[in-house]
């Protein structure tokens, strides 16, 4: 396998870090913008992968890491499915798949989930089994979660499973100390 090549089909797996990153960041935040200039470093115990078909299958299993920047992915096992010469979607298992990822503001975003797949085409991300998603904003735990990077608009739940979504408060800036009043004389 030509690793700089199947590293270049990864793309998409940064791109749903970053589209997660965003579910529960405050407004201002961001995922770190410089990762998507560093070099993707995916890690595994094998990979099994076939380029040179428009539609195909690259398959890394064991201790899968991939690293971009900040960005950091761990899996047991990460597939990228191509269609069209395209990546279709990229899935990543285990018990649990995590993702972590440094926002611009200097925060942290932190996710987890038995299951993770990201379909670039359509801009959606769906975690599946027992998923949560942290920032200093908050956090959202449950079995199922789609997330449509394109509207931003979030699902959870709605398959009889329970979902819970914690927001932090505002941090509130001390407010200045009423000024002093005079003695008369």
């Known amino acids: 396998m030509n690793l700089p090549r199947a590293a270049s089909l990864l793309p998409g797996a940064a791109l749903a870090a970053l589209a997660l ?6 407004a201002p935040a961001a995922a770190k913008s410089t990762d998507r200039n560093e070099p ?8 099994d992968c076939n380029q040179a078909q428009a539609n195909s299958r690259c398959i890394f299993n064991g ?35 995590t ?3 440094q926002m611009d503001d200097g925060t942290s975003m ?16 769906t975690l599946t089994g027992n998923y949560q998603v942290e920032s200093p904003r908050g956090s959202n ?9 394109a509207s931003g608009q979030m699902q959870s739940g709605g398959d009889g499973s329970r979902v819970r979504t914690v927001i932090q408060p505002r ?11 005079k003695e008369a004389d």
Request: hydrophobic content about 40%; overall charge positive.
């Open 40 to 47: 993707m470093t995916l890690d595994a115990d094998d990979s």
């Open 141 to 149: 735990s449950g079995q199922r979660m789609v997330y449509n990077m």
């Open 63 to 97: 201790s899968v890491v991939i690293t971009q920047g900040t960005l950091d992915i761990r899996a047991a096992r990460a597939e990228i499915v191509q269609r069209n010469g395209e990546i279709d979607q990229v899935i990543l298992t285990g018990k649990q798949a």
């Open 21 to 26: 990153a965003s579910v529960l960041a405050p």
């Open 110 to 125: 932190n996710a987890r989930a038995d299951r993770i797949v990201y379909e670039p085409k359509k801009e959606i991300l």
């Open 171 to 181: 941090a509130q800036s001390q407010a200045p100390a009423a000024p002093a009043k």
């Open 99 to 101: 993702m972590k990822q």
